[in-house]
């Protein structure tokens, strides 16, 4: 539905109302920010010296472009492992035999519940005890990344395998394709594509949270930006406005990325009719875990 | 198992989950509030409105947490002067909220606008011919039933906040991710035990919460 | 000869980015066959050492773009140089106060000159070559502060430190009416303490001298210079490492008579003018008996 049809075409009385309405809030806006602003002034928070190491290119090339060198990159492994994890547990927990498909719904409830700051904790404190040897800063935020938000899209998958009309499987076995045949050829690949902007959406939660991995000193974004460098200049609020910029350029435009997805997969019409926005997408009983948060 | 038979560590991992506990509930409430006023926002005809909505969904849902809640530590206490209380754990608590519902209140108005969009064109329509205003047609009409297609995401953000309320830890906190950091680093040899506690009484909360929540999503789906 | 010919260019570009390097003369001489194991076997055979320091601490262990600066990094200039490697095959390793033991434990560093003191608790876990330094706990406060002259006067104040730390569990422990504010990192005590937000910030006497003495705090903080604690900072290693420790206490001893261990304080924490302590090597007894 198109927002115009939840309200008329303004007349005289309602343009009026409508432009007094901006004013009065654009201006409420408009203090509030010169109202936050004037407080960090107060506070020297604008002060030259904590932002001039911003104009400094040691300040990029030594912290925060290798630190978000490293964010991407636990990104990047982190979303492959995760989608081979969701999509070999969404298969499992499908499963006919339930010898596969009760113990991949319990691995895929079990991590989906546990915070990923616990997770992270625990593989990089933990499991070295257990394994008699270290485990890299890296391994222990990727792994977690993984085991995370692999169980999210193990269910984004499922219900998009569900949502794949019930013919195509059915013609797929009448032509005489094997289960196996069926998944791999039919099922996966249309619900992978119908997916798809969830699958990117689920790509910013992941690189948001590879922020966590400051915690275990993994040297990413956040500890090289924000940690080490205000150790060094005295600047640590400045630092996160300037890093928190740039989470939300590199993320609007992955977000922008998984709308054109969407509204191109909408409008070549090739997933199915009744799912055309990625939450209406799971069907009325499946358990949203559509949504990526 | 001997070291929850230690009081002290025992009443640690308590205190650490009735933080999370407390850290959900409230921001759950505010969170809900915010983004069904967000969301409102995004589909009013006064553009600023639009625009601020828009603005405060596309900012908060893509920083990490962790950064807001480290500018509601640093900006809005240390700077702005924001202060809720004078003991320290429940000034924290509430900052914490404030960042947890600033947050999740950009999801929650993305999970109800594309309920919203659920909703048949037609009942718009027949709303405004019988003369509803848009205040009226929202309230009346179209949140009733986009709320019942949101169940199950709104369910979800949920579960996310209740883990996400970990986050409050790294501004000083001592919730349950902070507890069994500091328990893991003085008990070497226990760590498996320690973490399926603590991993344990999370699943042992939002495993059913899941459930439950897709129950009710099916109960209250509108068949069409 | 071409590992030899490839850590002499890392020891030669190591030394243009460092200020107090004291020569890889000695690079790629190892005669090998050896079978000693723990650092001095893993130095011998492949002229490496990976060192955990502090990232964000001036004056002690500071990430400063690609290098690592501070006293305890030239401490561990010395170590290496003493186990016969150059400052080339030296990987400096950031390290937490919380991951020191872990990181020691599993082998994911050879040695931690990290404002690591040495106590009866982390014995059990790691092995403690030093002290090379005995600092304090003390407290950070504004210039203008005169009511807070101790830790006594603490009752109802608002301390910061950080979660995990020796210094924060002793004031938990010893002084349960201060109220204590637990970061991840000192760096953002700071803020605080010049916001007033927070009374005092408190960890060891160096590493707080180290902050006050960072050009953007400059006038604004003094220490207060009753240390309340002694904290003898070690240089952690396996705990089995018998040997490694022996031998990083008789490297501190000559370093000590050599002028090096001077050197190292003179070009980092010594800068401000504070003359450098000597270091008693009476006190190198924490290794086990071997």
Redesign the interface.
């Known amino acids: 539905m198109s927002n115009t049809v939840l309200y008329d075409h303004p007349g005289p009385r309602a343009r009026i109302r409508n432009a007094v309405l901006t004013v009065v809030f654009g201006i409420a806006l408009l203090a509030l920010l010169w109202w936050v602003y004037r407080k960090f002034d107060e506070a020297g928070q604008w002060a030259g010296p904590l932002w001039k190491p911003f104009t400094e290119s040691n300040t990029w090339m030594n912290f925060i472009l290798p630190g978000l060198g490293q964010t991407l990159l636990a990104a990047a492994t982190g979303m492959v492992l995760s989608l081979a994890f969701g999509i070999i547990f969404a298969v499992g927990r499908l499963s006919e035999h339930r010898w596969i498909s009760v113990p991949a719904g319990v691995v895929v409830e079990f991590f989906r519940a546990v915070p990923l700051l616990l997770m992270i904790f625990f593989i990089f404190f933990g499991v070295p005890f257990l394994i008699q040897g270290p485990v890299p800063a890296f391994w222990a935020v990727v792994v977690g990344l993984t085991l995370y938000n692999g169980s999210v899209l193990a269910e984004a998958f499922r219900a998009g395998i569900r949502a794949v009309p019930r013919g195509q499987a059915e013609a797929a076995y009448a032509i005489g394709m094997r289960k196996s045949l069926v998944m791999q050829h039919i099922l996966v690949p249309q619900a992978a594509r119908s997916m798809l902007p969830v699958i990117v959406s689920q790509l910013v939660v992941l690189l948001k949270d590879t922020a966590l991995g400051y915690i275990v000193a993994f040297p990413e974004l956040l500890q090289r930006g924000v940690n080490d460098l205000s150790a060094n200049f005295g600047n640590v609020v400045a630092a996160a406005m300037v890093v928190a910029t740039i989470y939300v350029i590199l993320n609007s435009l992955l977000t922008m990325l998984a709308n054109w997805l969407d509204r191109r997969s909408q409008r070549r019409g090739k997933a199915p009719k009744e799912a055309g926005t990625p939450v209406s997408a799971v069907p009325p009983g499946g358990d949203g875990t559509a949504i990526a948060i | 198992m001997h070291v929850f038979g230690d009081s002290a560590n025992l009443d640690a991992t308590v205190a650490g989950f009735l933080w999370i506990l407390k850290l959900t509930g409230a921001s759950a409430v505010l969170a809900l509030v915010l983004g069904v006023l967000l969301a409102a926002m995004r589909v009013s005809p006064i553009p600023v409105l639009r625009l601020f909505g828009a603005g405060w969904v596309n900012i908060f849902r893509n920083t990490p947490l962790t950064l807001i809640v480290f500018f509601c530590y640093f900006g809005l206490y240390t700077t702005l002067g924001l202060t809720f209380s004078d003991d320290l754990a429940r000034n924290i608590y509430w900052l914490g909220v404030v960042g947890l519902s600033t947050y999740t209140a950009a999801f929650v108005c993305e999970a109800i606008r594309s309920g919203i969009n659920t909703v048949p064109t037609g009942q718009a329509e027949a709303a405004r011919a019988i003369g509803l205003t848009f205040a009226q047609t929202l309230r009346i009409v179209i949140l009733p039933q986009a709320g019942r297609a949101v169940v199950a995401p709104l369910g979800s953000i949920l579960i996310a906040l209740c883990k996400n309320s970990t986050i409050v830890g790294t501004i000083g906190l001592m919730e349950s991710a902070s507890v069994m950091k500091d328990l893991i680093n003085a008990n070497g040899d226990a760590v498996v035990p320690i973490f399926l506690v603590f991993a344990g009484v999370f699943a042992l909360l939002l495993v059913p919460t899941g459930y439950f929540f897709g129950w009710l999503a099916n109960r209250l789906a509108v068949k069409r | 000869m071409r590992i030899t010919r490839v850590a002499a260019i890392a020891a030669v570009a190591a030394l243009s980015f460092t200020v107090a390097a004291c020569g890889g003369d000695d690079g790629g001489t190892g005669t090998g066959g050896s079978k000693a194991t723990g650092i001095v076997g893993k130095a011998e055979s492949s002229k490496k050492l990976v060192i955990g320091v502090k990232?964000?601490?001036?004056g002690l262990g500071?990430?400063?773009?690609?290098a690592y600066e501070g006293f305890d990094v030239e401490i561990g200039k010395i170590i290496a140089k003493g186990l016969g490697v150059d400052a080339g095959g030296i990987e400096w390793k950031?390290?937490?106060t919380?991951?020191r033991?872990?990181?020691i434990?599993?082998?994911?560093v050879d040695l931690v000159i990290a404002t690591y003191t040495i106590n009866d608790e982390r014995k059990q876990?790691v092995s403690f070559g030093g002290p090379y330094y005995i600092a304090g706990q003390d407290l950070l406060v504004k210039t203008d502060n005169t009511s807070i002259v101790g830790p006594e006067s603490l009752d109802g104040k608002?301390v910061c430190s950080v979660?995990?730390s020796t210094p924060a569990k002793r004031i938990l422990a010893e002084h349960p009416k201060a109220?204590?504010?637990?970061?991840?990192?000192y760096?953002?005590c700071?803020?605080?303490l010049d916001?007033g937000?927070v009374d005092a910030v408190t960890t060891d006497d160096i590493i707080l001298a180290g902050y006050a003495a960072?050009?953007?705090?400059a006038g604004k903080f003094k220490v207060v210079g009753k240390p309340f604690s002694s904290e003898p900072y070690g240089i952690g290693l396996k705990k089995d490492d018998k040997a490694g420790c022996a031998k990083v206490n008789e490297i501190l001893t000559a370093a000590a008579s050599d002028g090096s261990y001077k050197a190292a304080w003179d070009s980092t924490l010594g800068k401000s003018g504070t003359p450098a302590p000597t270091l008693d090597t009476s006190k190198l007894t924490n290794c086990p008996a071997v």
């Open positions: 990232s964000d601490q001036p500071l990430q400063t773009g690609s950031t390290t937490t919380p991951n033991e872990p990181f434990q599993q082998g994911t876990k608002k979660s995990g109220k204590l504010q637990q970061f991840d990192a760096a953002k700071l803020p605080l916001g937000q960072q050009p953007q705090y």
